[in-house]
């Protein structure tokens, strides 16, 4: 029986305060052919303290960082 898929590990390589501008930076990475993912709400939000997070693939992150400046 065949092995199913596995995703790689994500990492939060980045915690903005807004979805806006955490959709920014993955617009960006999708742009440049990183995958990612954007997770949590607002911080102006119920219970968005923890502010959005912007996941990678754990064998992309150095690229995305340089993507996004974060180098």
Known sequence: MPTPYA???????????TSVEADLARLALEAAGIPSTVVGIS???????AGVQL?????R???????????
């Open 7 to 17: 995703e790689p590990p994500l990492k939060t390589i980045k915690t903005y305060s």
């Open 55 to 59: 996941l990678v693939p754990d064998d």
């Open 61 to 71: 992150v150095e690229a995305a960082r340089i993507v996004l400046g974060d180098s």
């Open 43 to 49: 911080a102006g939000m119920e219970g968005g303290v």
